[in-house]
């Protein structure tokens, strides 16, 4: 039997966070249980927050965004990129350098920690689901697997 049943009552996470010390309080975990974290959490905690007032466009940005998108948004997206599969501007569909194809290189904007800031991907979101693993663990004693997850929508 499987039994899908969510977290409730986590604040929003912000850099530095420990995730897995969120989570233990809140469930009650057995052996084999698969504890499945949002993406855009793992991210938020491990800083990959970026404002983006910080940042210059280059012209390359500029031209895909056009009047429709920050240009300053699409730089980020290119930074992020290993390589652009499919433009027509403002949308960009990218490979990451995880070697994940998904719009905007997983670039995103939605529940950012506050306006003019962007979530980026985790740098490696296999490491970060071991480390949660682990510190679950030492918090729990149970053997949980990890999943870190997002909806790319393709």
Avoid: W, Y
């Amino acid at each position: 039997m499987i039994s899908i049943l969510p977290v409730h009552g986590l604040p929003e996470i912000r850099e530095g966070d420990d995730l897995a010390g969120l989570i233990a309080p809140l469930v009650e975990l057995e052996d084999r249980d698969v504890v499945v974290v949002a993406q855009k959490a793992v991210s938020k905690a491990e800083g990959r927050v970026v404002r983006i007032d910080t940042l210059e466009a280059s012209q390359r940005a500029i031209e895909l965004a056009g009047d429709e998108r920050d240009p300053r948004e699409i730089e980020v997206i290119l930074q992020e990129a290993r390589r652009v599969i499919r433009e027509r501007p403002p949308l960009v569909i990218c490979e990451t350098r995880h070697g994940f194809i998904c719009a905007s290189a997983g670039v995103d904007h939605s529940n950012a920690p506050e306006p003019g800031t962007l979530v980026l991907l985790p740098l490696d979101p296999d490491a970060s689901a071991r480390g949660i693993r682990a510190r679950l663990r030492e918090l729990t004693g149970a053997t949980v697997g990890v999943v870190v997850t997002d909806s790319f929508g393709r």
